[in-house]
Protein backbone atom coordinates (compact mmCIF):
# COMPACT_ATOMS: atom_id res chain seq x y z
CA UNK A 1 0.00 0.00 0.00
CA UNK A 2 0.97 3.56 -0.95
CA UNK A 3 1.88 5.27 2.45
CA UNK A 4 2.72 8.86 0.74
CA UNK A 5 0.84 11.50 2.69
CA UNK A 6 2.18 14.34 1.49
CA UNK A 7 3.91 14.84 -2.06
CA UNK A 8 4.38 17.94 -3.88
CA UNK A 9 6.15 17.51 -7.83
CA UNK A 10 7.59 20.75 -8.59
CA UNK A 11 5.85 23.08 -7.04
CA UNK A 12 6.53 26.68 -7.74
CA UNK A 13 5.06 29.62 -6.06
CA UNK A 14 5.05 33.32 -7.80
CA UNK A 15 4.07 36.56 -6.37
CA UNK A 16 3.91 40.03 -7.78
CA UNK A 17 5.51 42.48 -6.45
CA UNK A 18 4.58 45.63 -8.09
CA UNK A 19 7.11 48.36 -8.24
CA UNK A 20 5.02 51.29 -7.27
CA UNK A 21 1.77 51.51 -5.73
CA UNK A 22 -1.24 49.44 -4.92
CA UNK A 23 -2.97 48.91 -8.38
CA UNK A 24 -6.14 50.87 -8.43
CA UNK A 25 -8.64 51.86 -11.51
CA UNK A 26 -7.02 55.56 -11.32
CA UNK A 27 -3.66 54.22 -11.28
CA UNK A 28 -4.24 52.69 -14.46
CA UNK A 29 -6.09 55.33 -16.14
CA UNK A 30 -3.43 57.41 -15.66
CA UNK A 31 -0.73 54.80 -16.19
CA UNK A 32 -2.50 54.39 -19.88
CA UNK A 33 -2.86 57.78 -20.51
CA UNK A 34 0.56 58.15 -20.26
CA UNK A 35 1.36 54.95 -22.24
CA UNK A 36 3.61 53.18 -19.53
CA UNK A 37 3.34 49.81 -18.79
CA UNK A 38 2.98 48.54 -15.07
CA UNK A 39 6.11 46.77 -14.27
CA UNK A 40 6.17 44.21 -11.58
CA UNK A 41 9.00 42.04 -10.68
CA UNK A 42 8.21 38.29 -9.85
CA UNK A 43 9.46 36.41 -6.77
CA UNK A 44 9.16 33.13 -6.39
CA UNK A 45 8.34 32.28 -2.66
CA UNK A 46 9.01 28.44 -3.70
CA UNK A 47 11.33 27.13 -6.64
CA UNK A 48 10.88 23.72 -8.07
CA UNK A 49 10.00 21.97 -4.60
CA UNK A 50 9.55 18.21 -5.15
CA UNK A 51 9.42 16.04 -1.87
CA UNK A 52 7.26 13.10 -0.43
CA UNK A 53 6.05 12.79 3.36
CA UNK A 54 4.83 8.75 4.21
CA UNK A 55 2.86 8.27 6.52
CA UNK A 56 3.84 8.24 10.69
CA UNK A 57 6.64 10.50 9.29
CA UNK A 58 7.84 14.27 11.92
CA UNK A 59 9.77 16.42 9.30
CA UNK A 60 11.29 19.76 10.53
CA UNK A 61 11.39 22.65 7.97
CA UNK A 62 14.02 24.96 8.76
CA UNK A 63 15.19 27.90 7.02
CA UNK A 64 16.22 31.56 7.27
CA UNK A 65 13.80 34.07 7.13
CA UNK A 66 11.73 34.50 3.51
CA UNK A 67 13.34 31.29 2.94
CA UNK A 68 10.23 29.88 1.89
CA UNK A 69 8.96 27.75 4.67
CA UNK A 70 5.66 29.80 5.89
CA UNK A 71 4.45 29.56 2.09
CA UNK A 72 5.27 26.06 2.15
CA UNK A 73 3.33 25.41 5.00
CA UNK A 74 0.38 27.43 3.47
CA UNK A 75 0.33 24.83 -0.02
CA UNK A 76 0.21 22.72 2.16
CA UNK A 77 -2.78 23.48 4.13
CA UNK A 78 -4.67 24.66 0.68
CA UNK A 79 -4.28 28.43 1.78
CA UNK A 80 -2.60 29.00 -1.76
CA UNK A 81 -2.94 26.98 -4.88
CA UNK A 82 0.54 26.54 -6.91
CA UNK A 83 -0.21 27.59 -10.50
CA UNK A 84 2.89 25.28 -11.25
CA UNK A 85 3.40 22.16 -10.26
CA UNK A 86 1.23 19.27 -8.34
CA UNK A 87 0.81 18.93 -4.33
CA UNK A 88 -1.32 15.64 -3.64
CA UNK A 89 -2.46 15.24 -0.11
CA UNK A 90 -3.98 12.27 1.68
CA UNK A 91 -6.53 12.86 4.88
CA UNK A 92 -7.48 15.73 6.98
CA UNK A 93 -5.15 18.13 7.52
CA UNK A 94 -5.03 19.92 10.97
CA UNK A 95 -3.16 23.51 10.43
CA UNK A 96 -1.55 25.14 13.69
CA UNK A 97 -0.79 27.91 11.76
CA UNK A 98 -3.28 30.42 12.79
CA UNK A 99 -4.80 29.02 16.84
CA UNK A 100 -8.36 30.59 16.50
CA UNK A 101 -8.42 31.87 13.09
CA UNK A 102 -11.59 33.29 12.67
CA UNK A 103 -12.09 34.11 16.64
CA UNK A 104 -14.24 36.99 17.10
CA UNK A 105 -13.40 38.54 20.54
CA UNK A 106 -16.89 40.36 21.20
CA UNK A 107 -18.37 36.60 21.32
CA UNK A 108 -18.31 34.54 23.88
CA UNK A 109 -15.90 31.42 24.17
CA UNK A 110 -18.99 29.05 23.77
CA UNK A 111 -19.81 30.72 20.09
CA UNK A 112 -16.27 31.17 19.39
CA UNK A 113 -15.84 27.47 19.16
CA UNK A 114 -18.59 27.06 17.35
CA UNK A 115 -17.11 29.44 14.57
CA UNK A 116 -13.51 28.40 14.80
CA UNK A 117 -14.76 24.56 13.95
CA UNK A 118 -16.50 25.25 11.84
CA UNK A 119 -13.58 27.46 9.97
CA UNK A 120 -12.04 24.25 10.55
CA UNK A 121 -14.65 22.30 8.33
CA UNK A 122 -16.41 20.97 11.14
CA UNK A 123 -20.41 20.70 11.95
CA UNK A 124 -22.23 21.96 14.09
CA UNK A 125 -23.67 18.94 15.30
CA UNK A 126 -19.81 17.60 15.46
CA UNK A 127 -18.60 20.35 17.80
CA UNK A 128 -21.11 20.17 19.36
CA UNK A 129 -20.68 16.33 20.72
CA UNK A 130 -17.28 17.51 21.21
CA UNK A 131 -17.95 21.17 23.70
CA UNK A 132 -17.84 19.85 26.98
CA UNK A 133 -14.05 18.01 25.89
CA UNK A 134 -12.42 21.01 24.20
CA UNK A 135 -13.32 23.41 27.09
CA UNK A 136 -12.14 21.24 29.68
CA UNK A 137 -8.79 20.71 27.31
CA UNK A 138 -8.70 24.27 27.26
CA UNK A 139 -9.15 25.15 30.94
CA UNK A 140 -11.85 27.78 30.49
CA UNK A 141 -14.79 26.07 31.87
CA UNK A 142 -15.84 29.12 33.96
CA UNK A 143 -15.08 31.45 31.30
CA UNK A 144 -17.18 30.00 28.47
CA UNK A 145 -19.89 32.32 28.56
CA UNK A 146 -18.13 35.26 28.90
CA UNK A 147 -16.44 37.62 25.51
CA UNK A 148 -13.24 36.23 25.16
CA UNK A 149 -12.17 39.97 24.97
CA UNK A 150 -12.17 39.34 28.52
CA UNK A 151 -9.50 36.55 28.21
CA UNK A 152 -5.80 36.79 28.39
CA UNK A 153 -3.61 36.07 25.04
CA UNK A 154 -3.06 32.61 26.88
CA UNK A 155 -5.96 31.90 27.28
CA UNK A 156 -7.46 32.50 23.89
CA UNK A 157 -4.19 30.52 22.64
CA UNK A 158 -5.42 27.53 24.59
CA UNK A 159 -8.81 27.69 23.40
CA UNK A 160 -7.32 27.85 19.83
CA UNK A 161 -4.87 24.67 20.22
CA UNK A 162 -8.04 22.54 22.17
CA UNK A 163 -10.28 23.37 18.88
CA UNK A 164 -8.00 22.56 16.19
CA UNK A 165 -6.42 19.44 18.06
CA UNK A 166 -9.54 17.88 18.87
CA UNK A 167 -9.46 15.27 17.02
CA UNK A 168 -6.92 13.44 15.64
CA UNK A 169 -5.79 14.64 12.31
CA UNK A 170 -4.04 12.65 9.50
CA UNK A 171 -1.43 15.50 9.00
CA UNK A 172 -0.40 18.34 11.96
CA UNK A 173 1.15 21.30 10.51
CA UNK A 174 2.88 22.99 13.32
CA UNK A 175 4.47 26.66 13.22
CA UNK A 176 6.52 28.05 15.88
CA UNK A 177 3.29 27.67 18.43
CA UNK A 178 4.43 25.21 20.56
CA UNK A 179 4.67 27.44 23.59
CA UNK A 180 1.25 27.68 23.93
CA UNK A 181 0.15 29.00 27.34
CA UNK A 182 2.00 28.27 31.00
CA UNK A 183 4.24 25.56 31.42
CA UNK A 184 1.60 23.32 32.40
CA UNK A 185 -0.65 23.43 29.07
CA UNK A 186 2.42 23.42 27.29
CA UNK A 187 3.28 19.69 28.63
CA UNK A 188 -0.52 18.97 27.76
CA UNK A 189 -0.30 20.50 24.40
CA UNK A 190 3.03 18.06 24.03
CA UNK A 191 1.90 15.02 25.04
CA UNK A 192 -1.21 15.88 23.06
CA UNK A 193 0.83 16.16 19.86
CA UNK A 194 2.83 13.12 20.67
CA UNK A 195 0.10 10.68 21.47
CA UNK A 196 -1.64 11.80 18.09
CA UNK A 197 2.39 10.90 16.16
CA UNK A 198 2.41 7.79 18.30
CA UNK A 199 -1.43 7.00 16.64
CA UNK A 200 0.04 7.93 12.93
CA UNK A 201 -0.52 10.88 12.46
CA UNK A 202 1.83 12.49 10.38
CA UNK A 203 3.67 15.89 11.81
CA UNK A 204 5.28 18.43 9.97
CA UNK A 205 6.92 21.45 12.15
CA UNK A 206 8.43 24.58 11.23
CA UNK A 207 10.56 26.42 13.86
CA UNK A 208 13.71 28.64 14.13
CA UNK A 209 14.27 26.39 17.12
CA UNK A 210 16.75 23.54 16.66
CA UNK A 211 16.44 22.15 19.52
CA UNK A 212 12.48 21.32 19.16
CA UNK A 213 13.50 20.04 15.18
CA UNK A 214 16.01 17.56 16.85
CA UNK A 215 13.71 16.00 19.62
CA UNK A 216 10.67 15.94 17.83
CA UNK A 217 11.84 15.28 14.55
CA UNK A 218 12.80 12.25 12.48
CA UNK A 219 13.82 13.99 9.11
CA UNK A 220 14.41 17.87 8.19
CA UNK A 221 14.22 20.00 4.88
CA UNK A 222 16.48 23.07 4.84
CA UNK A 223 14.85 25.74 2.62
CA UNK A 224 16.49 28.47 1.39
CA UNK A 225 15.57 31.03 -1.20
CA UNK A 226 12.45 28.95 -2.07
CA UNK A 227 14.52 25.73 -2.67
CA UNK A 228 15.16 22.67 -0.80
CA UNK A 229 18.61 23.65 -0.19
CA UNK A 230 19.34 20.16 1.79
CA UNK A 231 17.04 17.17 2.98
CA UNK A 232 17.72 13.75 5.05
CA UNK A 233 18.35 12.69 9.01
CA UNK A 234 17.65 15.53 11.04
CA UNK A 235 20.65 15.59 12.92
CA UNK A 236 22.92 15.88 9.48
CA UNK A 237 21.06 18.62 8.54
CA UNK A 238 20.79 20.51 11.84
CA UNK A 239 24.30 19.68 12.01
CA UNK A 240 25.15 21.64 8.44
CA UNK A 241 22.32 23.98 9.17
CA UNK A 242 23.83 25.29 12.50
CA UNK A 243 27.47 24.96 11.22
CA UNK A 244 26.48 27.30 8.34
CA UNK A 245 24.28 30.12 10.55
CA UNK A 246 27.55 30.38 12.43
CA UNK A 247 29.56 30.80 9.29
CA UNK B 1 -10.07 8.96 3.11
CA UNK B 2 -10.22 13.40 1.94
CA UNK B 3 -8.03 13.58 -0.94
CA UNK B 4 -6.60 17.00 -2.15
CA UNK B 5 -4.99 17.63 -5.56
CA UNK B 6 -3.81 20.87 -6.64
CA UNK B 7 -3.89 19.98 -10.17
CA UNK B 8 -6.53 17.54 -10.55
CA UNK B 9 -9.75 19.66 -8.61
CA UNK B 10 -12.90 20.42 -10.69
CA UNK B 11 -12.97 23.56 -13.01
CA UNK B 12 -13.22 26.06 -9.97
CA UNK B 13 -17.31 26.92 -10.50
CA UNK B 14 -18.51 23.72 -9.25
CA UNK B 15 -15.56 23.37 -6.76
CA UNK B 16 -16.59 26.33 -5.19
CA UNK B 17 -20.49 25.45 -4.76
CA UNK B 18 -19.40 21.92 -3.59
CA UNK B 19 -17.04 22.98 -0.98
CA UNK B 20 -19.61 26.09 -0.20
CA UNK B 21 -22.27 23.14 0.89
CA UNK B 22 -19.44 20.89 2.64
CA UNK B 23 -18.96 24.77 4.95
CA UNK B 24 -22.41 25.13 4.99
CA UNK B 25 -22.46 25.15 8.92
CA UNK B 26 -19.46 27.95 8.68
CA UNK B 27 -21.78 30.01 6.43
CA UNK B 28 -25.17 30.15 8.42
CA UNK B 29 -22.70 31.15 11.94
CA UNK B 30 -21.41 33.72 10.01
CA UNK B 31 -24.54 35.33 8.99
CA UNK B 32 -25.90 34.93 12.30
CA UNK B 33 -22.54 36.52 13.88
CA UNK B 34 -23.18 39.58 11.39
CA UNK B 35 -26.98 40.29 12.74
CA UNK B 36 -25.53 39.62 16.31
CA UNK B 37 -22.60 42.12 16.07
CA UNK B 38 -24.42 44.64 14.61
CA UNK B 39 -27.51 44.95 16.76
CA UNK B 40 -25.83 43.81 20.02
CA UNK B 41 -24.48 46.69 21.35
CA UNK B 42 -27.40 48.96 20.69
CA UNK B 43 -30.16 49.41 23.43
CA UNK B 44 -32.94 49.21 20.95
CA UNK B 45 -31.84 46.13 19.59
CA UNK B 46 -33.30 44.70 16.22
CA UNK B 47 -36.07 47.96 16.75
CA UNK B 48 -33.16 49.64 15.00
CA UNK B 49 -34.19 47.39 11.61
CA UNK B 50 -37.49 48.73 12.04
CA UNK B 51 -37.01 52.69 12.68
CA UNK B 52 -34.54 53.07 10.09
CA UNK B 53 -36.64 52.94 6.74
CA UNK B 54 -39.40 54.38 8.99
CA UNK B 55 -37.74 57.25 9.99
CA UNK B 56 -36.22 57.18 6.11
CA UNK B 57 -39.71 57.32 4.80
CA UNK B 58 -40.65 60.22 7.52
CA UNK B 59 -38.15 62.39 6.58
CA UNK B 60 -38.41 62.38 2.90
CA UNK B 61 -42.26 62.21 2.78
CA UNK B 62 -42.65 65.96 4.54
CA UNK B 63 -39.88 66.62 2.20
CA UNK B 64 -41.09 65.64 -1.17
CA UNK B 65 -44.46 64.05 -0.23
CA UNK B 66 -46.35 67.34 -1.52
CA UNK B 67 -44.46 67.89 -4.53
CA UNK B 68 -46.22 64.36 -6.02
CA UNK B 69 -49.30 65.01 -4.55
CA UNK B 70 -51.73 64.91 -7.55
CA UNK B 71 -49.44 61.74 -9.21
CA UNK B 72 -48.76 59.92 -6.73
CA UNK B 73 -51.25 59.07 -3.89
CA UNK B 74 -49.91 57.24 -0.79
CA UNK B 75 -46.21 58.75 -1.35
CA UNK B 76 -45.05 57.28 1.74
CA UNK B 77 -45.91 53.52 0.22
CA UNK B 78 -44.47 54.44 -3.35
CA UNK B 79 -41.35 56.10 -1.83
CA UNK B 80 -40.68 53.11 0.87
CA UNK B 81 -41.12 49.99 -1.50
CA UNK B 82 -38.17 51.52 -4.09
CA UNK B 83 -36.30 52.51 -1.17
CA UNK B 84 -35.79 49.54 0.72
CA UNK B 85 -34.82 47.35 -2.51
CA UNK B 86 -32.34 50.10 -3.59
CA UNK B 87 -30.90 49.78 0.03
CA UNK B 88 -30.79 46.11 -0.14
CA UNK B 89 -28.89 46.08 -3.35
CA UNK B 90 -26.58 48.60 -1.94
CA UNK B 91 -25.48 47.84 0.94
CA UNK B 92 -25.84 44.46 0.73
CA UNK B 93 -22.90 45.14 -1.98
CA UNK B 94 -20.66 47.70 -0.28
CA UNK B 95 -20.48 45.50 2.68
CA UNK B 96 -19.52 42.35 0.80
CA UNK B 97 -17.27 44.11 -1.07
CA UNK B 98 -15.90 45.50 2.52
CA UNK B 99 -15.32 42.41 4.18
CA UNK B 100 -13.70 41.06 1.38
CA UNK B 101 -11.19 44.09 0.60
CA UNK B 102 -10.64 44.55 4.60
CA UNK B 103 -11.48 41.90 6.26
CA UNK B 104 -10.57 38.82 3.89
CA UNK B 105 -7.85 38.07 6.22
CA UNK B 106 -8.71 34.92 7.40
CA UNK B 107 -8.47 33.48 3.66
CA UNK B 108 -5.15 34.07 3.95
CA UNK B 109 -4.53 31.78 6.72
CA UNK B 110 -6.33 29.29 6.64
CA UNK B 111 -8.66 27.33 3.94
CA UNK B 112 -12.74 28.06 3.56
CA UNK B 113 -14.52 28.66 1.05
CA UNK B 114 -13.68 32.15 -0.31
CA UNK B 115 -17.51 32.88 -1.30
CA UNK B 116 -18.65 32.33 2.27
CA UNK B 117 -17.89 35.66 2.56
CA UNK B 118 -20.27 37.08 0.38
CA UNK B 119 -22.97 34.49 1.20
CA UNK B 120 -23.22 35.58 4.42
CA UNK B 121 -22.86 39.27 3.69
CA UNK B 122 -26.29 38.52 0.86
CA UNK B 123 -28.39 36.19 3.96
CA UNK B 124 -27.59 39.25 6.20
CA UNK B 125 -29.05 41.55 3.63
CA UNK B 126 -31.77 39.29 3.42
CA UNK B 127 -32.53 39.20 6.90
CA UNK B 128 -32.70 42.78 7.04
CA UNK B 129 -34.66 43.04 4.40
CA UNK B 130 -37.46 40.78 5.57
CA UNK B 131 -37.04 43.02 8.94
CA UNK B 132 -37.81 46.47 6.81
CA UNK B 133 -40.67 44.94 5.03
CA UNK B 134 -42.43 44.51 8.59
CA UNK B 135 -42.12 48.33 8.69
CA UNK B 136 -43.06 48.89 4.95
CA UNK B 137 -46.12 46.93 6.01
CA UNK B 138 -46.82 49.39 9.12
CA UNK B 139 -46.70 52.44 7.13
CA UNK B 140 -49.19 50.38 4.52
CA UNK B 141 -51.70 50.18 7.64
CA UNK B 142 -50.82 53.73 9.21
CA UNK B 143 -52.11 55.32 6.12
CA UNK B 144 -54.27 52.76 4.90
CA UNK B 145 -53.08 51.72 1.47
CA UNK B 146 -54.90 48.54 0.05
CA UNK B 147 -53.33 45.35 0.05
CA UNK B 148 -54.04 42.70 -2.13
CA UNK B 149 -53.66 38.68 -3.08
CA UNK B 150 -50.48 40.53 -5.33
CA UNK B 151 -48.70 40.23 -2.13
CA UNK B 152 -48.37 36.27 -2.51
CA UNK B 153 -45.63 37.64 -5.36
CA UNK B 154 -43.42 39.32 -2.98
CA UNK B 155 -41.13 36.21 -2.16
CA UNK B 156 -40.61 35.18 -5.61
CA UNK B 157 -39.55 39.30 -5.69
CA UNK B 158 -37.11 39.13 -3.02
CA UNK B 159 -35.70 35.63 -4.08
CA UNK B 160 -35.01 37.65 -7.49
CA UNK B 161 -33.69 40.42 -6.00
CA UNK B 162 -31.86 38.05 -3.86
CA UNK B 163 -29.69 36.51 -6.55
CA UNK B 164 -28.98 39.80 -8.50
CA UNK B 165 -27.63 41.01 -5.28
CA UNK B 166 -25.59 37.83 -4.86
CA UNK B 167 -24.74 38.02 -8.59
CA UNK B 168 -23.46 41.49 -8.16
CA UNK B 169 -21.64 41.69 -4.94
CA UNK B 170 -19.24 38.75 -6.20
CA UNK B 171 -18.45 40.68 -9.57
CA UNK B 172 -18.04 43.92 -6.77
CA UNK B 173 -16.06 42.04 -4.76
CA UNK B 174 -13.82 40.45 -7.37
CA UNK B 175 -13.23 43.74 -8.60
CA UNK B 176 -11.88 45.42 -5.37
CA UNK B 177 -9.34 42.60 -4.99
CA UNK B 178 -7.99 43.29 -7.73
CA UNK B 179 -8.39 47.63 -7.72
CA UNK B 180 -8.85 48.87 -4.50
CA UNK B 181 -10.43 51.93 -5.47
CA UNK B 182 -13.67 50.14 -6.65
CA UNK B 183 -15.18 50.57 -3.33
CA UNK B 184 -14.68 54.13 -4.04
CA UNK B 185 -16.22 54.42 -7.92
CA UNK B 186 -18.74 52.26 -6.92
CA UNK B 187 -19.74 54.48 -4.11
CA UNK B 188 -19.87 57.28 -6.46
CA UNK B 189 -22.21 55.42 -9.31
CA UNK B 190 -24.92 54.97 -6.84
CA UNK B 191 -24.95 58.06 -5.54
CA UNK B 192 -25.50 59.07 -9.01
CA UNK B 193 -27.86 56.14 -9.92
CA UNK B 194 -30.25 56.90 -7.09
CA UNK B 195 -31.07 60.19 -8.24
CA UNK B 196 -30.75 58.68 -12.03
CA UNK B 197 -33.42 55.96 -10.94
CA UNK B 198 -37.60 56.35 -10.00
CA UNK B 199 -37.35 55.86 -6.45
CA UNK B 200 -38.34 59.42 -4.95
CA UNK B 201 -40.24 59.97 -7.76
CA UNK B 202 -42.48 58.98 -10.45
CA UNK B 203 -40.97 57.67 -14.01
CA UNK B 204 -43.66 60.16 -15.72
CA UNK B 205 -42.03 63.62 -13.99
CA UNK B 206 -38.75 62.87 -16.43
CA UNK B 207 -38.23 64.47 -19.77
CA UNK B 208 -39.12 62.17 -23.18
CA UNK B 209 -35.66 62.54 -23.77
CA UNK B 210 -34.44 61.12 -20.77
CA UNK B 211 -37.30 58.50 -19.76
CA UNK B 212 -36.22 56.65 -23.21
CA UNK B 213 -32.92 55.70 -21.08
CA UNK B 214 -35.02 54.33 -18.25
CA UNK B 215 -35.69 51.21 -20.33
CA UNK B 216 -32.00 50.50 -19.66
CA UNK B 217 -31.75 50.96 -15.85
CA UNK B 218 -31.24 47.90 -14.72
CA UNK B 219 -32.39 49.06 -11.36
CA UNK B 220 -35.79 50.08 -12.16
CA UNK B 221 -36.64 46.99 -13.35
CA UNK B 222 -35.71 45.44 -9.82
CA UNK B 223 -37.56 47.76 -8.12
CA UNK B 224 -40.51 47.39 -10.34
CA UNK B 225 -41.15 44.03 -9.50
CA UNK B 226 -41.06 44.74 -5.93
CA UNK B 227 -42.87 47.51 -5.74
CA UNK B 228 -45.51 46.92 -8.22
CA UNK B 229 -46.97 43.94 -6.30
CA UNK B 230 -46.62 46.72 -3.32
CA UNK B 231 -47.70 49.72 -4.76
CA UNK B 232 -49.92 49.27 -7.80
CA UNK B 233 -51.56 45.75 -6.43
CA UNK B 234 -51.41 43.89 -9.31
CA UNK B 235 -48.83 41.20 -10.32
CA UNK B 236 -45.88 42.55 -12.69
CA UNK B 237 -46.38 42.43 -16.56
CA UNK B 238 -44.89 39.09 -18.00
CA UNK B 239 -42.35 40.37 -19.62
CA UNK B 240 -41.06 42.28 -16.55
CA UNK B 241 -40.78 39.37 -14.52
CA UNK B 242 -39.11 37.34 -17.35
CA UNK B 243 -36.81 40.59 -17.70
CA UNK B 244 -36.14 40.85 -14.53
CA UNK B 245 -35.09 37.13 -14.00
CA UNK B 246 -33.07 37.27 -16.98
CA UNK B 247 -31.18 40.22 -15.55
CA UNK B 248 -31.08 38.40 -11.95
CA UNK B 249 -29.63 34.74 -13.58
CA UNK B 250 -27.26 36.78 -15.65
CA UNK B 251 -25.77 38.57 -13.18
CA UNK B 252 -25.17 35.74 -10.91
CA UNK B 253 -23.66 33.58 -13.81
CA UNK B 254 -20.95 35.97 -14.50
CA UNK B 255 -20.18 37.30 -10.79
CA UNK B 256 -19.76 33.28 -10.06
CA UNK B 257 -17.41 33.23 -12.86
CA UNK B 258 -15.65 35.57 -12.45
CA UNK B 259 -15.17 35.11 -8.35
CA UNK B 260 -14.43 31.74 -8.79
CA UNK B 261 -11.91 31.81 -11.47
CA UNK B 262 -10.03 34.60 -9.64
CA UNK B 263 -10.51 33.05 -6.02
CA UNK B 264 -7.40 31.32 -6.17
CA UNK B 265 -5.21 34.71 -6.55
CA UNK B 266 -7.39 36.26 -3.85
CA UNK B 267 -4.55 34.68 -0.94
CA UNK B 268 -1.95 36.02 -3.10
CA UNK B 269 -3.61 40.07 -3.36
CA UNK B 270 -5.52 40.57 -0.25
Not at chain 1, 118 to 145: K, P, Q
Not at chain 1, 180 to 194: N, Y
Not at chain 2, 29 to 49: D, E, H, P, Q, V
Not at chain 2, 142 to 155: K, N
Request: charged share 15%.
Amino acid sequence: MDTTVIQLHNVTVRFRIPHEKIPTFQEYAIRWLKRRSVSYTDFNALNNVSFSIQQGETVGIIGANGAGKSTLLKVIARVIRPKQGRVFLKGRVAPLLELGAGFDYEMTGRENIFLNGAVLGFSRRDIANRLERIVEFAGIEEFMDAPIRTYSSGMVARLGFAIATDVQPDVLIIDEILSVGDTDFQKKSAARILHYHENGSTILVVSHNPDSIRNLCSRAMWLAQGSIKMAGPVDVIMDQYSSYSKS
Amino acid sequence: MLEYDSAKSPPPAIDEFVQLFRYRDLVFLMTGNILKNRYKRSMLGIFWMLLNPLLQTIVLTIAFGTMFKSSLSHYAVYLLSGLLVWNFITQTTQYAMGTMAYGGGLLKKIYIPRATYIVAAVGNGVINFLVSVVSLIVIIFFIDHPFSTAWFFIPVSILILAVFTFGLALLLSTASVFFTDTVDIYQVLIQALFFLTPIMYPPSILSPELSQFLAWNPFLILIEIFRTPVYANHLPDASLIVNAISLALITLLAGWIAFTNKADQLAYRL
